[in-house]
């Protein structure tokens, strides 16, 4: 009976009832989703990863010995060991893609996942090509593919088609973002290397019991005599690293909102079962006369909030992984790749939904605890109208002075603390997640800007190929009016920290500019090493510190004081002038030269055939919008969560409100106010509340929104930009949504009945 | 043997400084299948007697002594078993569940009691066989306060409390209701205790007792009770 009691007393308040399942749904959706999401991938990725044994550290050199090999092999901790040359190749396609070729000795770690075609091994000849890179160029299990390098040219049959752990994310050279087709990666066997090239193994593949500490790294390093250029932990491996880094941030997201909407659901629901029980004073007392035991009537209150809280988290928790990760996955594929696209229901489902539903009824045991310590026949009276005491208001000079509206309203707000909390939260919730809408689309707006427009102000990279001359070089400058740039990878070491990043060597570019932590334009010293802003932050380096680097593929660490500490988006690592690069003994060899003038890709003329690639700023554009499409997605989906927030929340509380104050607004009427001036006197305060909320709102959401790029990984530095527009549309957004909502109730002010409302209670 | 026995019970309210005694030393006994009215004006501290009997207030002293136990010492739980074996509640306002139905009001009392009587049986006795399925917003008050007489006798009570049971109803169906609760009285022997301000009623009681300022004035015992329906409203 009473079951039905719950059921029908849900029905009679439905409206506050669907609002605290709705939150509760979306609260669970967006974290079952988001976490099913990336704890499927993060074990496709796992499983990936030990399936192929991929290596959990790698060593490059210009060529490893046997013994080297059996050195490290020797080193504690060390499990397996395998060399490998590592070869950078040029397609021969049309857009001349770069392949890299890794011809193994044994093809036992970072082995390549088959996907097609027949099992790599060292005996067979033939080549084991990238699987994304042959869907975009069509190529299928028996094609052949023609590769040139070091001046030779290498025809070999697909064999199969596979999939690297080491390349689950990767870009281009130069590319800042994923293009398909323009870069691939390819297996082979070492006895496939043509005899005219000397056989050296330039990688060292390492596998270890445990995750590579720096107590190994100097082992390793001891048994190589030092004799090395790079060591990289499988931590700072791009792909590992940029894929992890993506998992951590779609984690804070996931667990970010849904707080918020529990959070809301829970102050739903004690506002609702406090008003619920408040009214139910009789009933209960009915119920304690009639012989319930206390506890039975409690149970039977609670069980509201455990009902509605544990239908909303069912249903969440089913629809949620059945949806939200689909629509990540689409975008994702094209910045990703791996060998499926699951998702994985994670154990903390089930404590997030322990959560929102021992929260909720928590929440309705506080709201309802009360009415039941009475006696019952206290609670079968009456309540005692609430000491309404003056607030602090009624003793300022100025309250006599405030219209009644003002007074009216004032007192209203605070005599029910609770609503008027519930409709700030509400508020600030929904202006917190529409400032993190609009300040994602805003900041990836802005990051295309700042890129392209206030850095790099080319139009055109042309891409050099290493074989270039220099006369080619210097003709391409002349004929395009060029400025020639070196771009490579450097390693940084500071108070005990290594990163690696890009190096960019610039010879009086004015093409390239910089812009300090808060986008003022900076002048980079000639003399001095500048550093980008996120590289110091992760190094915890300052102006004036001294900081350890090295470029790629040479041994040598040299030195630098720090000259500035430039701002970037991208391309995080360390810029230095070409004088300055030659004082420590390298050899400025441009590796692009960028334009302003508009190039076509067909031009061939001699020094034409220098260029191994040419972008365009359009197509570097668009590239970033793809990426930024996943974002998008994101963007949509709070921007729905923060309207049926906001609406939920006002619809709610303004029929709770109008029921509450039925009385004395017909009192009102009665008096002699007129309906639009009851309906302006209820939009005054939930004007009020709104601008209430929206204020702690805005900084809330820039702090989620500070909190979210916290995670978008090591290598991009994304300045969060909200443009004063969508302040605006904030503000007015959530204004209107209110307006409008309220105008929805306070229509039922002109159809209070005067007498029903005024006679008794029953 | 007496069912009911008060003894100097005694309720007292605290109201800031002063000390407000809504019952004062009140003794009095009750046979079982007594047709008893407690007569007062109000504000007297009827209700406050009602409440004490029925196991919903503490007295501040004295004993209430029902079937030879004192109740006056119970704690809360057992107060409520009390409540829930032994006593049947009407109030003036029916106090139904607005969101029940009829049957489904009475059968309420099926989670607590388990010997208690035929809920449909009940119901049909109180002449609402055919108004079982509706709420209580589509019947009547004297339908609604049968309804509620309905699920006080559900529960198989020794006693039943009435607070002003036709207080709220007009002169015909009050006329019908306190009928009703005669009838139980004299054929099943229930024991029926009515709390009024209309001092006609106590023609028909087998007991008066009158209260006036929390104090017992006088106990009539009434040896010829006239029947509900000839009393001279």
């Given at each position: 009976?009473?079951?039905?009691?719950?059921?029908?007393?849900?029905?009679?308040?439905?409206?506050?009832?669907?609002?605290?399942?709705?939150?509760?749904?979306?609260?669970?959706?967006?974290?079952?989703?988001?976490?099913?999401?990336?704890?499927?991938?993060?074990?496709?990725?796992n499983?990936?990863?030990?399936?192929?044994n991929?290596?959990?550290?790698?060593?490059?050199?210009?060529?490893?010995?046997?013994?080297?090999?059996?050195?490290?092999?020797?080193?504690?901790?060390?499990?397996?060991?395998?060399?490998?040359?590592?070869?950078?190749?040029?397609?021969?396609?049309?857009?001349?893609?770069?392949?890299?070729?890794?011809?193994?000795?044994?093809?036992?770690?970072?082995?390549?996942?088959?996907?097609?075609?027949?099992?790599?091994?060292?005996?067979?000849?033939?080549?084991?090509?990238?699987?994304e890179?042959?869907?975009?160029?069509?190529?299928?299990?028996g094609?052949?593919?023609?590769?040139?390098?070091?001046?030779l040219?290498?025809?070999?049959?697909?064999?199969?088609?596979?999939?690297?752990?080491?390349?689950?994310?990767?870009?281009?050279?130069?590319?800042?973002i994923?293009?398909?087709?323009?870069?691939?990666y390819?297996?082979?066997?070492?006895?496939?290397?043509?005899?005219e090239?000397?056989?050296?193994?330039?990688?060292l593949?390492?596998?270890?019991?445990?995750?590579?500490d720096?107590?190994?790294?100097?082992?390793?390093?001891?048994?190589?005599?030092?004799?090395?250029?790079?060591?990289?932990?499988?931590?700072?491996?791009?792909?590992?690293?940029?894929?992890?880094?993506?998992?951590?941030?779609?984690?804070?997201?996931?667990?970010?909102?849904?707080?918020?909407?529990?959070?809301?659901?829970?102050?739903?629901?004690?506002?609702?079962?406090?008003?619920?029980?408040?009214?139910?004073?009789?009933?209960?007392?009915?119920?304690?006369?009639?012989?319930?035991?206390?506890?039975?009537?409690?149970?039977?209150?609670?069980?509201?909030?455990?009902?509605?809280?544990?239908?909303g988290?069912?249903?969440?928790?089913?629809?949620?992984?059945?949806t939200?990760?689909?629509?990540?996955?689409?975008?994702?594929?094209t910045t990703?790749?791996?060998?499926?696209?699951?998702?994985?229901?994670?154990?903390?489902?089930?404590?997030?939904?322990?959560?929102?539903?021992a929260?909720?009824?928590?929440?309705?045991?506080f709201?309802c605890?009360?009415?039941?310590?009475?006696?019952?026949?206290?609670?079968?009276?009456?309540?005692?109208?609430k000491?309404?005491?003056?607030?602090?208001?009624?003793?300022?000079?100025?309250?006599?002075?405030?219209?009644f509206?003002?007074?009216?309203?004032?007192?209203?707000?605070?005599?029910?603390?609770?609503?008027?909390?519930?409709?700030?939260?509400g508020?600030?919730?929904?202006?917190?997640?529409?400032?993190?809408?609009?300040?994602?689309?805003?900041?990836?707006?802005?990051?295309?800007?700042?890129?392209?427009?206030?850095?790099?102000?080319?139009?055109?990279?042309?891409?050099?190929?290493?074989?270039?001359?220099?006369?080619?070089?210097?003709?391409?400058?002349?004929?395009y009016?060029?400025?020639?740039?070196?771009?490579?990878?450097?390693?940084?070491?500071?108070?005990?920290?290594?990163r690696?990043?890009?190096?960019?060597?610039?010879?009086?570019?004015?093409?390239?500019?910089?812009?300090?932590?808060?986008?003022?334009?900076?002048?980079?010293?000639v003399?001095?090493?500048?550093?980008?802003?996120?590289i110091a932050?992760?190094?915890?380096?300052?102006?004036?510190?001294?900081?350890?680097?090295?470029?790629?593929?040479?041994?040598?660490?040299n030195?630098?004081?720090?000259?500035?500490?430039?701002?970037?988006?991208?391309?995080?690592?360390?810029?230095?002038?070409?004088?300055?690069?030659?004082?420590?003994?390298?050899?400025?060899?441009?590796t692009?030269?960028?334009?302003?003038?508009?190039?076509?890709?067909?031009?061939?003329?001699?020094?034409?055939l220098?260029?191994?690639?040419?972008?365009?700023?359009?197509?570097?554009v668009?590239?970033?919008?793809?990426?930024?499409?996943?974002m998008?997605?994101?963007?949509f989906?709070?921007?729905i969560?923060?309207?049926?927030?906001?609406?939920?929340?006002?619809?709610?509380?303004?029929?709770?409100?109008?029921?509450?104050?039925?009385?004395?607004?017909?009192?009102?009427?009665?008096?002699?106010?007129?309906?639009?001036?009851?309906?302006?006197?209820?939009?005054?305060?939930?004007?009020?509340l709104?601008?209430?909320?929206?204020?702690?709102?805005?900084?809330?959401?820039?702090?989620i929104?500070?909190?979210?790029?916290?995670?978008?990984?090591?290598?991009?530095?994304?300045?969060?930009?909200?443009?004063?527009?969508?302040?605006?549309?904030?503000?007015?957004?959530?204004?209107l949504?209110?307006?409008?909502?309220?105008?929805?109730?306070?229509?039922?002010?002109?159809?209070?009945?005067?007498?029903?409302?005024?006679?008794?209670?029953e | 043997?007496n069912?009911?026995?008060?003894?100097?019970?005694?309720k007292?309210?605290?109201?800031?400084?002063?000390?407000?005694?809504?019952?004062?030393?009140?003794s009095?006994t009750?046979?079982?299948?007594?047709?008893?009215?407690?007569?007062g004006?109000?504000?007297?501290?009827?209700?406050?007697?009602?409440?004490?009997?029925g196991?919903?207030?503490?007295?501040?002293?004295?004993?209430?002594?029902?079937?030879?136990k004192?109740?006056?010492?119970?704690?809360?739980?057992?107060?409520?078993?009390?409540?829930?074996?032994?006593?049947?509640?009407?109030?003036?306002?029916?106090?139904?569940?607005?969101?029940?139905?009829?049957?489904?009001?009475?059968?309420?009392?099926?989670?607590?009691?388990?010997?208690?009587?035929?809920?449909?049986?009940?119901?049909?006795?109180?002449?609402?066989?055919?108004?079982?399925?509706?709420?209580?917003?589509?019947?009547s008050?004297?339908?609604?306060?049968?309804v509620?007489?309905?699920?006080?006798?559900?529960?198989?009570?020794?006693?039943?409390?009435?607070?002003?049971?036709?207080?709220?109803?007009?002169?015909?169906?009050?006329?019908?209701?306190?009928?009703?609760?005669?009838?139980?009285?004299?054929?099943?022997?229930?024991?029926?205790?009515?709390?009024?301000?209309?001092?006609?009623?106590?023609?028909?009681?087998?007991?008066?007792?009158?209260?006036?300022?929390?104090?017992?004035?006088?106990?009539?015992?009434?040896?010829t009770?006239?029947?509900?329906?000839?009393?001279?409203?």
């Amino acid at each position: 009976m009473l079951f039905r009691k719950m059921l029908r007393d849900m029905w009679r308040n439905k409206t506050q009832f669907i609002s605290i399942f709705l939150m509760t749904v979306i609260g669970i959706f967006i974290y079952s989703g988001v976490s099913s999401e990336y704890t499927g991938l993060q074990d496709t990725a796992n499983d990936f990863y030990e399936e192929t044994n991929l290596a959990d550290a790698w060593v490059y050199s210009s060529g490893f010995t046997k013994e080297a090999a059996d050195a490290v092999r020797a080193v504690e901790g060390v499990t397996g060991v395998e060399r490998r040359l590592t070869i950078s190749s040029v397609g021969n396609f049309d857009n001349n893609p770069t392949i890299k070729l890794h011809f193994a000795e044994n093809n036992l770690i970072s082995t390549g996942k088959l996907m097609e075609g027949e099992a790599f091994t060292i005996e067979k000849d033939g080549i084991w090509l990238d699987t994304e890179f042959a869907k975009v160029k069509k190529l299928k299990v028996g094609d052949s593919i023609t590769v040139t390098f070091l001046g030779l040219t290498l025809e070999k049959e697909i064999k199969g088609l596979i999939m690297s752990p080491e390349y689950v994310y990767s870009e281009g050279e130069n590319d800042i973002i994923p293009v398909p087709g323009t870069y691939g990666y390819a297996y082979l066997s070492y006895l496939a290397l043509p005899k005219e090239i000397p056989m050296v193994y330039t990688d060292l593949l390492v596998t270890t019991e445990k995750p590579v500490d720096l107590k190994l790294e100097n082992a390793i390093d001891q048994a190589l005599d030092g004799k090395y250029s790079v060591f990289l932990a499988r931590k700072n491996l791009r792909s590992y690293m940029q894929f992890s880094e993506e998992m951590k941030e779609h984690k804070a997201i996931g667990k970010i909102f849904p707080l918020l909407f529990l959070a809301v659901a829970m102050l739903t629901i004690v506002t609702t079962m406090a008003r619920l029980v408040n009214n139910q004073r009789t009933q209960i007392g009915i119920l304690k006369a009639l012989g319930f035991k206390r506890r039975k009537i409690l149970f039977h209150y609670i069980s509201y909030g455990l009902w509605i809280s544990l239908a909303g988290t069912v249903i969440g928790a089913v629809v949620g992984p059945l949806t939200l990760p689909y629509l990540f996955y689409g975008p994702m594929m094209t910045t990703y790749m791996l060998p499926e696209w699951r998702s994985a229901i994670p154990i903390s489902l089930l404590y997030m939904a322990v959560l929102s539903v021992a929260g909720c009824t928590l929440a309705t045991y506080f709201a309802c605890r009360n009415v039941l310590k009475d006696t019952p026949s206290e609670t079968l009276r009456p309540k005692a109208p609430k000491d309404i005491k003056h607030s602090f208001f009624d003793r300022l000079k100025l309250w006599e002075h405030l219209s009644f509206d003002i007074q009216w309203n004032l007192r209203d707000i605070f005599r029910c603390k609770g609503r008027s909390i519930m409709a700030i939260v509400g508020i600030l919730g929904c202006s917190a997640l529409l400032i993190c809408a609009f300040g994602m689309r805003d900041t990836f707006d802005y990051i295309i800007k700042w890129n392209y427009e206030v850095l790099n102000r080319y139009e055109t990279r042309l891409e050099l190929k290493s074989d270039i001359t220099s006369e080619q070089t210097d003709k391409l400058i002349e004929k395009y009016d060029g400025e020639a740039i070196q771009e490579g990878a450097v390693e940084l070491k500071a108070n005990g920290k290594k990163r690696s990043g890009e190096l960019l060597v610039t010879d009086q570019a004015s093409l390239i500019r910089f812009v300090d932590k808060d986008s003022n334009n900076l002048e980079l010293p000639v003399n001095q090493i500048s550093v980008s802003y996120k590289i110091a932050k992760l190094l915890g380096l300052k102006l004036g510190d001294t900081v350890s680097w090295h470029v790629f593929g040479d041994e040598k660490w040299n030195t630098s004081t720090i000259g500035a500490i430039y701002r970037t988006p991208f391309t995080q690592g360390i810029t230095v002038s070409k004088g300055y690069f030659e004082q420590y003994g390298y050899h400025f060899t441009p590796t692009t030269i960028i334009t302003k003038q508009e190039v076509s890709k067909d031009v061939k003329d001699d020094a034409a055939l220098g260029i191994s690639k040419v972008q365009s700023k359009s197509m570097l554009v668009d590239g970033i919008k793809t990426v930024t499409e996943a974002m998008n997605v994101l963007v949509f989906v709070l921007m729905i969560a923060a309207v049926i927030l906001a609406v939920v929340v006002i619809y709610n509380l303004g029929v709770l409100a109008f029921t509450e104050r039925q009385r004395e607004l017909s009192t009102l009427k009665v008096i002699g106010f007129k309906t639009g001036k009851l309906r302006s006197l209820l939009l005054k305060q939930n004007i009020w509340l709104t601008l209430v909320g929206i204020v702690p709102g805005i900084p809330i959401g820039l702090w989620i929104l500070n909190y979210i790029f916290n995670f978008v990984g090591e290598v991009f530095d994304f300045m969060i930009i909200i443009y004063f527009s969508s302040y605006v549309y904030c503000i007015a957004g959530t204004l209107l949504i209110s307006v409008l909502v309220n105008r929805l109730f306070s229509k039922r002010v002109r159809k209070i009945d005067m007498v029903s409302s005024l006679k008794g209670v029953e | 043997m007496n069912l009911i026995e008060f003894k100097e019970v005694t309720k007292a309210y605290e109201l800031g400084a002063t000390k407000l005694l809504a019952a004062d030393r009140i003794s009095f006994t009750i046979k079982e299948g007594e047709f008893v009215v407690v007569l007062g004006p109000s504000g007297a501290g009827k209700s406050t007697v009602l409440n004490l009997l029925g196991g919903m207030d503490y007295a501040s002293s004295g004993k209430i002594i029902i079937q030879g136990k004192n109740i006056a010492k119970y704690k809360d739980d057992e107060l409520t078993q009390y409540r829930a074996a032994n006593v049947g509640f009407v109030f003036q306002f029916y106090n139904l569940i607005p969101t029940l139905t009829a049957l489904e009001n009475v059968a309420l009392t099926k989670e607590i009691v388990k010997n208690g009587v035929d809920v449909k049986e009940v119901l049909a006795s109180v002449g609402l066989a055919d108004h079982m399925n509706k709420f209580p917003s589509q019947l009547s008050g004297g339908e609604q306060q049968r309804v509620s007489i309905a699920r006080a006798i559900c529960k198989n009570p020794i006693m039943l409390l009435c607070d002003e049971p036709t207080g709220a109803l007009d002169i015909e169906t009050g006329i019908m209701i306190l009928s009703l609760l005669q009838k139980l009285s004299r054929e099943q022997k229930k024991t029926v205790i009515i709390v009024s301000h209309n001092a006609a009623i106590a023609q028909a009681a087998d007991k008066v007792i009158r209260i006036r300022n929390g104090k017992l004035t006088e106990v009539i015992t009434n040896e010829t009770p006239i029947d509900v329906s000839e009393v001279n409203w």
